[in-house]
């Protein structure tokens, strides 16, 4: 099982970026799926964005144009650049692994401690 360390969450004004980094030890990355979902206070957890293969990537409908998802296979570390950020965008952000691509939480079943994201209006 490979373990998942996120940072690079913080307090972000409307419009601002934030870059997300997912370190993971155990296993490599590009072994993997990898995604990225993030759950708001009384809200269920959702997904964000996966990479797997070389380089293909899913993006949910409300982050499609403004997050990018990466990785560095010789950093073993998984990347999500969230740009034009909005208030609706807090929330806790969580890494995860998985065996087959899919944008459900269930198929995921590594996760990192989580990072929290705020953006102010």
């Known amino acids: 099982q490979v373990q998942l360390v996120e940072s690079g969450g913080g307090l972000v004004q409307a419009g601002g970026s934030l870059r997300l980094s997912c370190a993971a030890s155990g296993r490599t990355v590009s072994s993997y799926v990898m995604g990225w979902f993030r759950q708001a206070p009384g809200k269920e957890r959702e997904f964000v964005a996966h990479i797997w293969s070389a380089a293909f990537t899913v993006y949910g409908d409300s982050v499609r144009g403004r997050f990018t998802i990466s990785r560095d296979n010789a950093k073993n570390t998984v990347y999500l650049q969230m740009n034009s950020l909005k208030p609706e965008d807090t929330a806790v952000y969580y890494c995860?692994?998985?065996?087959?691509?899919?944008?459900?939480?269930?198929?995921?079943?590594?996760w990192g401690q989580g990072t929290q994201v705020t953006v102010s209006s």
């Open positions: 995860a692994a998985a065996r087959r691509p899919s944008t459900r939480s269930a198929a995921f079943d590594s």
